[in-house]
Structures are given as C-alpha cells and as structure tokens.
C-alpha cells in the first residue's frame, strides 16, 4: 500500500474515533464511498439476509459502532479504508442526513429555501458536511420513535434523505474525488432536532383515513407481499410503510402478525421488526 493510502487510512480512523466519541456510529469506507469490508455471504446467498448475527464483519451499516476497540478491529480488517461512514437513525442522535447535491439542471440550496418558505419551517444551526463535488450534508436529529427513510430525489430535485439503514461519508475521509470536511464554524456542534414540519415531509405521506375500513383480505395480503418482497437495506423502510398504510386504514391491529411474520421472513429481527410497527402506529395516530 502507498503511503499516501496509509497515512489516509489512520487519519480516517482518527476521525472515526473522533466522531464514535460524539456517540455516532461508524464503518470503514472504501474511496468510493462504499463500505470497505464485503460480505461475507457473497455466493451464498442460502445465508442471506444476515444483519452481523453471523459474527462476522461485512454487513455494512449494520457493523457500525461507537466502540473504539470494535473500531479498530473493523478498520484493521480493512487496511485500504481511507473514509467512514457514521450510520443514521441510531441512538443517541437518531441522525438524518439532507444531501444537497450537485446535480446539472438542478440548485438544491434554492429547492430547500423554497420548501422551509412553504412548509413554514427554518434549517437550524447544525453541523455542515462539504463534499468534494461542492455539495452538502445537513444533520439533523431525529425523534427515537421515527424511522425517516432513505430517499433521493423524493423531496425535491437534487435533495437526497439518508435514515435508518443509510450512512453518511464522515467529514475527514477521503475518495477518489476528494475530502470531505465539515463547514468552518459547524464542527463543534451537535446535530440540531428536525423541525416538525421538515419531518413530516421526510415520512410516508398519511392517506386519508376512512370511517367504515374494508377488512384486510387483499389489501392486507398485498401489504404484507410488499414486504416479503423486500431487499437488502429495504426491509424496515418497506415494513414502516406497509404497517402506516394498515394504521391509516383501520386494519393494523389485524394485520399486525402477518406483518411481523412477514418481516423476519426478510431477515429483520422480532425486537426490530416490533419496533418499526409500533413506530407506524405511533406515527399514523397523529395523523387523523
């Protein structure tokens, strides 16, 4: 390995400590963005989906971590890691990620001024990630009880949302297009809460609840074969949305076991599955 990759490789984990110490969960990311460690299950995929339970590195987000000893264990399994990836929607922080990138034919600044205008809402101070392509990264903190999916381009244009199960490049890490470094005057604060009104729009819009709801029958079976249907870094978005969709129309306590069945099926485990559906149903509630 060059010495430039190496030098690289210990300042990403430097700053990947860093940001563990903050509570923010990490992974070792390759110079592309990706996570440096790969499946252990490629090949095999009679034991896919596996979220780590196998003990083994390679599960992407699902490997991060605030613990400096498995840190270090993850970046010493991956010597040619020269970024980190800090994983949203864990505790402490319940990170959101806004994206405003720099697509052609696109200003994404303007598109979220446009939509704080609208929706009656103000970006608070937080911290600020500057991309190597002249983008940003807007943190943000979510409620505990919320699990904000990932989304590009369902906001607005050139706006992408990264939620549970996403991760975002870590300010210090380097790829092949550059560095990343958070904007001057940001670094020392802490991810500012999620307006209400922004987080609103960041979740599945509610449908309108109807007084007299059809029983399950097809409509339940298709929800749960949307989730069944499921891949790898989907099965709690799907799930969240297929049990909002059941709440709105009056069939989520019915459906409530065909949907956690549904979901271990995908790989999800009991407590997260239970988890993501009590979500749903905290959620819909305020949506009458």
Same mark, same amino acid.
């Given at each position: 390995m060059a010495t430039t990759d190496r030098q690289a490789t210990t300042l990403a984990l430097a700053h990947a400590l860093s940001a563990a110490e903050r509570g923010l969960a990490v992974i070792p990311l390759s110079r592309t963005k990706l996570p440096a460690l790969r499946s252990p299950h490629r090949g095999h995929p009679e034991h896919a989906p596996c979220h780590g339970e196998c003990g083994r590195f390679g599960h992407g987000v699902y490997d991060a971590s605030t613990d400096p000893a498995r840190i270090r264990a993850l970046f010493a399994a991956a010597p040619w890691a020269t970024g980190y990836g800090?994983?949203?929607?864990?505790?402490?922080?319940?990170?959101?990620?806004?994206?405003?990138?720099?697509?052609?034919?696109t200003d994404s600044p303007a598109a979220l001024r446009e939509l704080a205008l609208r929706h009656l809402f103000t970006i608070p101070e937080t911290v600020v990630v500057l991309t190597p392509s002249g983008g940003r990264h807007l943190w943000l903190s979510g409620p505990p009880d919320v699990a904000v999916p990932n989304s590009a381009g369902r906001l607005a244009p050139g706006i992408d949302v990264r939620g549970a199960?996403?991760? &975002?490049?870590? =300010?210090?890490? *380097? @790829?092949? /297009?550059?560095?990343?470094?958070? +904007?001057?005057?940001?670094?020392?604060?802490?991810?500012?809460?999620?307006?209400?009104?922004?987080?609103? &729009?960041?979740? =599945?819009?509610? *449908? @309108?609840? /109807?007084?007299?709801?059809?029983? +399950?029958?097809?409509?339940?079976?298709?929800?749960?074969?949307?989730?069944?249907?499921?891949h790898a870094g989907q099965r709690n978005?799907?799930?969240?949305?297929?049990?909002?969709?059941?709440?709105?129309?009056?069939?989520?306590?019915?459906?409530?076991?065909?949907?956690?069945?549904?979901?271990?099926?995908?790989g999800l485990s009991e407590r997260e599955a239970r988890a993501t559906i009590a979500s749903a149903a905290r959620m819909t509630a305020r949506h009458p």
């Open positions: 800090i994983a949203c929607g864990l505790p402490p922080h319940h990170l959101i990620g806004i994206d405003l990138d720099t697509k052609p034919g199960g996403g991760y &975002l490049v870590g =300010p210090g890490s *380097r @790829t092949d /297009h550059g560095v990343y470094g958070t +904007a001057p005057g940001t670094a020392h604060l802490a991810p500012a809460p999620c307006p209400a009104a922004l987080l609103r &729009l960041l979740l =599945p819009p509610p *449908r @309108t609840f /109807h007084a007299a709801p059809p029983p +399950a029958g097809d409509r339940g079976n298709g929800l749960v074969q949307f989730v069944l249907a499921a978005t799907r799930l969240f949305w297929a049990a909002c969709r059941a709440y709105e129309n009056g069939i989520g306590p019915a459906l409530t076991d065909l949907l956690l069945d549904a979901a271990l099926h995908t």
